[in-house]
């Protein structure tokens, strides 16, 4: 009797440690233990570490101060005519969509250290993609890869353009995409776009970031 009592306590232990492992109490898909912003707005797009991108929030208050935004429009900040957005892209080429042509609804999707798995934090990333071509079916998109500056250049050349193929293979196999349209390329560690000093800076350089051009 005595054992099959210990048996049901450490079983309860274990359950109760495991629910606790995977609590997430501000429901942005990043249990707490690995959380580091824990209170995080619902629906918010994070990064891997459960934070908001510091470097996007600007960009969200001054589309939330504009009286004209609509998110139905994910972004067309230039026009929802995708002809007219067509040909003003065909003049800046491979820009990217953080700039005027397309605004910034196109946020790069981010990745733990040293892997490429796309995290569920990252979906609704796609799902905008997804939706912004199919407004805008002239354009085509060039993934771009970026590692953390840990590691060897061949190492984080791999890495790079896998985490680009990762999630080429997504937007193909899961929101249909015509394979055709999407180039990848591998940019290893070496176009930052914070310090590799910090943790917070390696976060914000493990991502994909997305190219937009005319085709």
Known sequence: MTFVRTVTLILIGCFIC???????????????????????????????????????????????????????????T??????????????????SVAVDCFGSILLPVYFDFDKSIVLLTQRPTLVRVQQYIEQHPQVAIRLEGHTDNIGSDAVNQALSLKRAATIKNLLVNEYQFQPTSIEIVG????????????????QRNRRVEFIISAE
Do not use: Y
């Open 78 to 95: 230039v026009t929802n005519n995708s002809a007219l957005i067509a040909e003003q892209c065909r003049q800046q080429r491979d820009v």
């Open 18 to 76: 495991t629910a606790h492992a995977w609590v997430d109490t501000d429901f942005d898909g990043v249990p707490d233990k690995k959380d580091a912003c824990n209170d995080t707005p619902i629906n918010s797009i994070v990064m891997a570490n459960g934070c908001i991108d510091t470097e996007l929030l600007v960009v969200d208050e001054d589309a939330e101060d504009d009286a004209e935004f609509d998110e139905a429009e994910l972004g067309a």
């Open 187 to 202: 940019m290893s560690n070496k176009n930052p776009v914070a310090d590799n000093a910090t943790i917070e800076g390696r």
